[in-house]
Nanobody, 127 residues
Framework: QVQLVESGGALVQAGGSLRLSCQAS????????MGWFRQAPGKEREFVAT???????????YYADSVKGRFTISRDNAKNTLDLQMNSLKPEDTAVYFC?????????????????WGQGTQVTVSS
């Protein structure tokens, strides 16, 4: 049974940093696309970042315009984890953050392109 468990969410002041982590179990995702989404109160779940396998040990990363330059997605295949380093946080980054994984590789930023989801972790940025 595949499970994704997020951790690292917290209350932080604007300008601060957080590192989210997602622990996968049940299968490895070393060559599968993984990503982060977020959902603010009253809003739809939106794409944040994704990383997909290219070849060998090379992966690409893509970001939503709203987080580009501030967030960094990374993965540790030995530990089967996916991280999201978030710097220069803003109040508008407040949301529940979800880890997601899909079968196969390729650039994916739509929710329906992902097969597995975690339960989410709350990030609150105060002004």
């Amino acid at each position: 049974q595949v499970q994704l468990v997020e951790s690292g969410g917290a209350l932080v002041q604007a300008g601060g940093s957080l590192r989210l982590s997602c622990q996968a179990s049940g299968r490895t995702f070393s060559r599968d696309t993984m990503g982060w989404f977020r959902q603010a109160p009253g809003k739809e779940r939106e794409f944040v970042a994704t990383t997909n396998w290219i070849s060998g040990s090379t992966y690409s990363a893509y970001y939503a315009d709203s987080v580009k330059g501030r967030f960094t997605i990374s993965r540790d295949n030995a530990k089967n984890t996916l991280d999201l380093q978030m710097n220069s946080l803003k109040p508008e980054d407040t949301a529940v953050y979800f880890c997601a994984a899909s079968y196969g590789t390729g650039y994916r930023r739509r929710r329906d392109q992902y097969d597995y989801w975690g339960q989410g972790t709350q990030v609150t940025v105060s002004s």
